[in-house]
Every structure is written in structure tokens, then in C-alpha cells.
């Protein structure tokens, strides 16, 4: 008799249970998220024109980093700038 008939894949066995508790559902992950970031930063709403909008959402994508991470690059420069006048 052929091994491959008496052998049984790791697929057909019975999966381990999750032992860490339910997981989260994504609101949840998002929620934990948000509250960890509020320790070390400061919410900021900004309504900008369309095309402001638009060409930063170009540059981020070009640059590889986050809107947020954008404008704080920007206002780090700006600040350091009048510093040092």
C-alpha cells in the first residue's frame, strides 16, 4: 500500500485553539491604537483647499511617509527656521 494514502497532512488535523483570548475586531485594534498615540501626541483638524489637498496627498505617496508625518516635517522645519533668526 502507498504511503501517501496513510498519511495524514498537517491541514487535516484539528487546529490549535487561539490561547490569548478573542481577538479584536478592527474598530477595536483602531480604538487601542488611537488611545496609545494620544499618550505622546496632540489631535490637529485642518480643512485645507482642494488642491492643497491633492498635492499633499502626491507628495506623501512620493516620499513614502504619512500626511501627518509630512506636516510635521513641515512645521519642525518652520519652527527651527525662526529659531534661528
Known amino acids: 500500500m502507498s504511503q501517501s494514502v496513510n498519511a495524514v497532512t498537517s491541514s ?4 490549535r485553539p487561539y490561547r490569548k483570548g478573542n481577538p479584536l475586531s478592527d474598530a477595536e485594534k483602531q480604538q487601542a491604537a488611537v488611545a496609545r498615540k494620544k499618550l505622546t501626541h496632540k489631535e490637529l483638524k485642518v480643512f485645507v483647499r482642494n488642491p492643497i489637498k491633492d498635492r499633499l496627498l502626491v507628495e506623501c505617496e512620493k516620499e513614502g511617509i ?3 508625518e509630512y506636516i510635521e516635517r513641515l ?11
Not at 487535516?12 to 487546529?15: D, E, I, L, N
Not at 512645521?75 to 533668526?85: G, I, P, R, V, Y
Open 12 to 15: 487535516a488535523g484539528v487546529k
Open 66 to 68: 504619512t500626511q501627518a
Open 75 to 85: 512645521l519642525q522645519k518652520a519652527f527651527s527656521h525662526t529659531d534661528k533668526e
